[in-house]
């Protein structure tokens, strides 16, 4: 066997065991194995290898190395290569700065939809919006369906995205892209955020034609989004339809009966999981929580509350803690409220301080309504809501001079309250 077939062999073999290590996540074994490829076949490598070195030291959060594996690429005239131009923008990206991403991206010699699309992702990662939009419309090669799948998932990261989002899949469909998985998920959370119900029927129709109905991620995201928009007959059969329901599908069910107060149907839904042998998570102690505050439902409220340590394995955080709060508030437990709130072991929010005084302006209770006021000023005090409500409270109980006290103090600091509104959607 000639030099040159025998040194092509030991590289297929060491890629193929390359591609293993980084599949694999085993970065460290990775790195070690390209430097013993570079020093022992540095004439015979190709650019194959190089990405996958490049995605190791992204990985890793290896600059120096990167910078090196950059040097070995520009000397073997790799730079044309759209796989290793992808990978040294992702790593820059990740490693060192967008603007040394931007500023490799901007010198390469040829760019293909691959490499505009890794840059754009650098800068959705970053949370840049604004200029991966700005890159999106200047791209002078054709967009294909991973650019768009990456757009869509940055708008609806965003607090005024959701209508963006559905805006570039409608361009998406005109350009004649077909969805897939990674788009009809992302899109979910655009429908979600408009209550555009009949589009969450079109993602539904859709994946059933193009057999991506059975992905379990997909069905929980149905359940949610036909939960959000009041259609819960639909989320419970697309719950049905399931026969692998995982804690995120019981999950979304029980957060979707939860919030449009069918307090009782959750509190079943979730017996019937326990029944199942799947474990809750956090979010589904949080969707029975906030069902049996919707109803009313202190006594169990504390119950479940006191199960989520001793039985499930879950650790309270704020948002528990909040809706306990709330529903021993709604109750008329307001100093049963306060005192979880002094014993909290996580910071206490502005949710929960805010449930408080709602309940005490309610149940006219002026001494909790001042402690939790005065809490809100200093938590947020830019909110105005807090300041109203107190003002109220200290007026219905005809203490004038305290409720003329705070309004003055919002006119000095320049403080306005926000009129009530609400908001539908038109359909055709």
Not at 235 to 255: C, E, K, T
Request: proline share 3%.
């Amino acid at each position: 066997m000639s030099s040159f077939a025998s040194n092509f062999q030991r590289l297929l073999s060491y890629t193929k065991l390359l591609t293993s290590h980084v599949n694999q996540g085993q970065h460290q074994q990775a790195l070690s194995l390209f430097h013993h490829i570079h020093s022992t076949l540095s004439h015979s490598l190709d650019p194959f290898v190089f990405p996958l070195a490049l995605k190791s030291c992204a990985a890793l959060s290896f600059p120096q190395l990167g910078a090196t594996v950059h040097a070995h690429t520009y000397k073997a005239s790799f730079l044309s290569n759209p796989f290793v131009a992808c990978a040294l923008v992702d790593m820059y990206g990740k490693c060192v700065s967008v603007e040394s991403a931007r500023r490799l991206f901007d010198e390469l010699p040829e760019r293909n939809v691959v490499v505009w699309n890794s840059m754009i992702s650098v800068y959705l990662r970053c949370n840049d919006v604004v200029r991966a939009l700005e890159l999106f419309e200047v791209m002078d090669v054709g967009r294909n369906e991973a650019t768009f799948n990456a757009v869509i998932a940055g708008l609806v990261e965003t607090l005024d995205g959701f209508c963006k989002a559905v805006s570039c899949y409608r361009e998406m469909e005109r350009m004649g892209l077909r969805p897939n998985l990674i788009t009809v998920l992302a899109l979910l959370r655009a429908c979600v955020g408009v209550a555009d119900v009949n589009l969450i029927e079109q993602i539904h129709g859709y994946s059933i034609r193009n057999d991506i109905d059975p992905d379990v991620q997909l069905r929980s995201g149905l359940i949610e989004g036909y939960g959000r928009c009041g259609c819960l007959d639909k989320a419970h059969l697309v719950f049905l339809s399931m026969r692998n329901r995982d804690v995120v599908a019981w999950s979304s069910l029980i957060s979707a009966y939860a919030l449009h107060g069918q307090a009782r149907t959750a509190l079943d839904v979730f017996e019937q999981m326990e029944k199942a042998n799947v474990r809750p998570d956090g979010i589904t102690l949080l969707g029975v929580l906030k069902a049996c505050s919707h109803a009313g439902l202190a006594d169990e409220a504390q119950l479940y509350f006191s199960r989520m340590r001793v039985r499930y394995g879950v650790e309270a955080n704020s948002d528990h803690y909040s809706c306990l709060i709330d529903v021993l508030s709604r109750a008329g437990r307001l100093h049963q409220a306060y005192d979880v709130i002094r014993k909290m072991p996580v910071k206490v929010t502005a949710k929960a301080w805010g449930a408080l005084l709602a309940s005490c302006r309610t149940y006219g209770e002026v001494e909790l309504a001042e402690i939790a006021g005065k809490a809100l000023f200093e938590v947020e005090p830019e909110n105005p809501a807090n300041f109203v409500i107190l003002a109220r409270i200290y007026a219905s109980n005809r203490r004038f001079q305290e409720a003329e006290g705070l309004r003055q103090e919002m006119i000095k600091r320049g403080m306005k309250a926000a009129p009530g509104s609400s908001w539908v959607v038109h359909q055709d």
